[in-house]
């Protein structure tokens, strides 16, 4: 047996240009036997979906995901498991109209046989299915990202995720408002700075700098990537108060930033953080300190 | 079971100073419920200076962390209260072993089987722990790799179920010259029940080294991820458990 799973993609209804277009996957065991696949979500290292139909839709440049880090996904022999992607991360729709979308997955599928042998297939899925996009109004378009906004507190992960990713990827700037509330909900604050630096307005921009004072450095870190990428104008006396973090690991990505744009100007602040107790920010420290010296 | 005050576990080290010795102090821990869990002290009693150890029972609930106290009474009068602390689990021992290989078109590298223990002794106890990772790498030699340096944060993954790990490098490597490519990665937890954020997973630092190398005149590519203390973006451990090697992969 090479492949003990069936994969269906679909899209059931027509979906207002603009908004989030879901498509559902659902991944049938048709085996005897126990299953695990990995299908990391979101999966755009390992999923793929383009426009056939000319003149609809352009492809969108897809952010590798550099750690591909996931909980494999169980399915008893017989059983259906399904989730929600969104066409918007892969593909900018430009136009109303039925189009035919083709997809290609890729995904690690392991069981056991009845020898007890596990058994490995990287296992590829090539398909298509058709989607309507109709014109909407803008209120319409509202309601359905305020759908999509309320799902983002749903206490169900996957639920969780999926809203996030529905509110992600959209072209309209519209979408700020929805994707705002992600900077307080656990685990998706990341997601909704990336989300923002998408569209780079001065509401998005001060959301994005204000994360710079969120206690969990992951967090600070996208912020200081999406103030980097954009680039937003930010004062350093913004970065240097990192370094009065209580948190070493927000000190140390505030030293990181500051030492990448050395600056006189900063040998002043150092001294508390060239005495850290953490190693690694007292060694950077020390090193950056040792750089403005020669400069000076 | 990891208890946590203030982020110090313990043992708790009592440290009250009550003057008269010869009194006995009673000791026992305060506003154990279901939200806040529960703990007990050993021993009861001291009749001085002592170091008392406090066994997690019934883990605290998420947004109840640091009710539990504990307290010392002489003649039934409360003389001291401790800092509030949490029961809780923490992920702790990373390991990684080989699963699969991958030698595809646009890609090259192995999935990998991540694994770790409970401090508490029963991994069911992480249920409100997440686990994420972060890997950091500086630019490669270009050719034979494409691509620059940098550090990624994965997204946070729940505690209780084990996740693998893809490690590939995309593009496919060039057929030469002969360089390696290293990257450090790190695991960090956070713990709703304590409150505790960006926490370093003990023991789970791992090297991930790709290696681009001749082969009786064919250039080829194979990988391999070790235990090594390693820090990645300010976050130190020592080494997790692993010796993972993929099969080489023909570049020419």
């Known amino acids: 047996m090479n492949n003990p799973i069936s994969i269906t993609v679909h899209s059931e209804k027509s979906s207002l240009l603009g908004a989030p277009i879901p498509v559902s996957m659902a991944v049938t065991n048709t085996s005897q036997f126990p299953i695990e696949i990995l299908l990391p979500y979101p999966n755009p290292n390992n999923l793929a979906f383009g426009c056939i139909t000319q003149g609809l839709a352009k492809p969108k440049q897809i952010e590798r995901q550099e750690i591909e880090r996931t909980i494999p996904v169980k399915i008893s022999p017989g059983t259906t498991y399904s989730s929600i992607y969104y066409l918007n991360r892969y593909l900018a729709f430009n136009n109303s109209g039925r189009a035919d979308i083709s997809y290609r997955l890729t995904a690690l599928v392991s069981w056991k046989d009845e020898t007890g042998k596990m058994n490995h297939n990287q296992a590829a899925f090539d398909g298509r299915f058709e989607i309507t996009l109709v014109e909407g109004s803008v209120d319409q378009l509202r309601t359905l990202l305020g759908y999509y906004r309320g799902r983002l507190t749903n206490p169900d992960r996957k639920e969780k995720m999926q809203a996030a990713e529905a509110l992600a990827f959209l072209d309209t700037p519209l979408s700020v408002e929805f994707v705002a509330p992600m900077l307080s909900l656990d685990n998706l604050e990341t997601i909704g700075i990336d989300a923002l630096s998408r569209h780079p307005s001065e509401q998005s921009q001060r959301l994005i700098v204000s994360m710079l004072a969120h206690r969990d450095s992951s967090v600070v870190a996208a912020a200081l990537a999406a103030i980097n990428r954009i680039p937003i104008p930010i004062s350093r006396q913004e970065i240097l108060k990192l370094l009065a973090s209580d948190n070493p690991n927000i000190r140390w990505l505030g030293l990181d930033w500051l030492s ?8 002043r602040f150092l001294a508390p953080v060239v005495s850290d107790q953490n ?16 400069i000076n | 079971m990891a208890i946590f005050r203030n982020g110090i576990i313990a043992p708790f080290l009592m440290q009250a100073n009550f003057g008269k010795l010869f009194f006995t102090e009673s000791l026992s821990i305060i506003n154990g419920s279901a939200d806040n869990g529960t703990a007990t002290i050993s021993p009861t009693s001291i009749t001085t200076t002592s170091t008392v150890t406090v066994t997690g029972g019934n883990q ?5 962390g640091g009710n539990l106290k504990i307290q010392a009474k002489l003649d039934g009068s409360v003389k001291a209260e401790s800092s ?15 699963v699969a290989d991958i030698d595809e078109p646009g890609r090259v590298g192995m999935i990998v089987q991540d694994g770790w223990d409970s401090d508490s002794g029963t991994f069911a106890d992480l249920g409100e722990a997440e686990i994420s990772e972060i890997v950091e790498y500086d630019a490669p030699i270009s050719p034979p790799y494409a691509g620059g340096g940098g550090a990624n944060n994965s997204l946070y993954l729940r505690a209780d179920q084990l996740s693998t790990d893809t490690h590939t490098i995309a593009p496919r490597p060039a057929a030469g010259p002969a360089a390696s490519w290293e990257r450090r990665q790190v695991c960090i937890f956070k713990c709703h029940r304590c409150g505790a954020t960006d926490k370093d997973h003990p023991n789970s630092g791992f090297k991930i080294v790709h290696y681009v190398f001749s082969d009786s005149g064919h250039w080829k590519h194979n990988m391999k991820k070790i235990g090594a203390k390693v820090t990645a973006r300010g976050h130190t451990s020592e080494g997790g458990t692993a010796n993972a090697v993929s099969p080489d992969h023909n570049l020419s």
């Open chain 2, 60 to 64: 605290t609930s998420p947004g109840h």
């Open chain 2, 84 to 98: 509030g602390f949490t029961v809780c689990a923490h992920p702790v021992n990373y390991t990684d072993s080989f």
């Open chain 1, 260 to 267: 990448n744009r050395p600056d006189s100007s900063d040998l």
């Open chain 1, 279 to 294: 190693d690694a920010v007292r060694e950077l420290a020390k090193r950056y300190a040792d750089i403005l010296r020669k």
